[in-house]
């Protein structure tokens, strides 16, 4: 068995590692602040979803120092290629709210002109790759990506997510082979929160975790206590410097807990025990992390209540200019479809647009 790294103890306290080289006060506090921004979404468009204003969403309740940890270890000129629990780590990379959720409503505020599912976030110009629900895929993506950055001599790690249930997928064995054989500047972080919708853990693998495969690959395997933010970036951080030395991929296993439901149509009460929801709860990540930062002196209570507030003012102002902004142009459907627009799309949008009133010009065509 792998040991598993921690640094916060549960009540918030420093165990024996030491805390990550280049995690100043003003980082600290922005780990948490993001935590905070995730849980707080995660609760509004969960209420959203169920009162029919989106369509769909999966939350990340209980992965919040998973997430956050590792997204924020990775530089911006990195790649990051996500899961379904990951749009936290688009946001910490600059992506504004006002985006995520005109993304979620599927309006014109939405980069994808509401072409993409709810909840399957993407962006290339913060190095993002959309959020996937396939299984497993994005691990040889992810793998891809590295080995061309590799072979073109980019100073380049890409960041592959992947839940537990994606390691038993043929993607996860052919992402690690190869990336090990070629030594492909890649960390592969999965987030072991054990479940995969309604299979647990248990009856995913015979292995002792996850971190322990990584031998048989020849790569390195870390496992972190994955709801404790510190060792999360240490982890990640470590990996990605070793990754960009050109020393090759490394294999993450994050332990961590899905609180909720694999997503907004899934009811995990058919199939887990309510007592192991409940003493999951009792680890929370970000009471963790609150309890550590003002041991340090960081937050305190008028601080901490600050940050809480204008994470939801910020949150309440996103959804209703979501709301309140009109639905995707009408030229969105024809355009991004060929770099050279074709007559016969061009002829398609007229007919379009003289059915939908938006006139009669035929050399009109907003490319």
């Known amino acids: 068995m792998v040991d598993v790294l921690q640094i916060l103890s549960p009540a918030g306290e420093v165990e024996a590692n030491e805390l990550p080289e280049g995690l100043g006060d003003e980082l600290l506090v922005k780990l948490y602040r993001q935590m905070v921004t995730v849980r707080t979404i995660d609760t509004r468009m969960l209420n959203l979803q169920r009162q029919g204003r989106i369509g769909f969403y999966g939350t990340c309740k209980g992965q919040e120092a998973a997430t956050v940890g590792s997204g924020a270890a990775v530089e911006m000129r990195d790649w990051v290629f996500p899961a379904l629990r990951e749009g936290g780590v688009l946001l910490l990379r600059g992506y504004s709210l006002e985006q995520y959720m005109g993304h979620l409503v599927g309006c014109s505020l939405d980069p994808a002109h509401g072409r993409q599912m709810p909840c399957h976030f993407g962006s290339g110009e913060h190095n993002f790759l959309t959020l996937s629900s396939v299984i497993g895929t994005q691990i040889l993506h992810a793998m891809g990506a590295a080995w061309a950055a590799k072979i073109k001599g980019d100073d380049t790690v890409t960041l592959g997510y992947m839940g537990d249930g994606a390691t038993s997928s043929t993607d996860f064995h052919a992402a690690l082979t190869i990336g090990a054989v070629h030594k492909v500047p890649c960390v592969f972080f999965c987030q072991n929160n054990q479940w995969a919708i309604s299979v647990p853990f248990s009856k995913q693998t015979a292995s002792d975790g996850i971190a322990v495969k990584a031998s048989a690959y020849g790569m390195p395997g870390i496992a972190v206590d994955g709801n404790d933010v510190l060792a999360v970036y240490k982890a990640t951080r470590e990996a990605v ?6 020393e090759g991929p490394t294999l993450i296993e994050a ?3 899905r609180i909720e439901g694999h997503s907004s149509s899934d009811d995990a009460t058919r199939y887990r025990d309510s007592a192991e929801v409940e003493s999951w709860k009792q680890r929370d990540p970000i009471e963790r992390y609150r309890a550590y930062l003002k041991r340090r002196g960081l937050i305190g209570d008028e601080v901490d209540g600050e940050i809480h507030s204008s ?21 969105t459907l024809f355009t991004d479809v060929y770099a050279v627009t074709t007559e016969s799309l061009k002829a398609q949008y007229r007919d379009v647009a003289t059915e939908d009133g938006g006139g009669t010009n035929e050399g009109a065509f907003p490319l």
């Open 241 to 246: 410097e070793r990754a960009r030395r050109g």
């Open 255 to 257: 332990i961590t807990y």
């Open 311 to 331: 994470v939801k003012q910020r949150v309440d102002a996103a959804i209703k200019a979501a709301e309140a902004a009109p639905p995707p142009a009408l030229e």
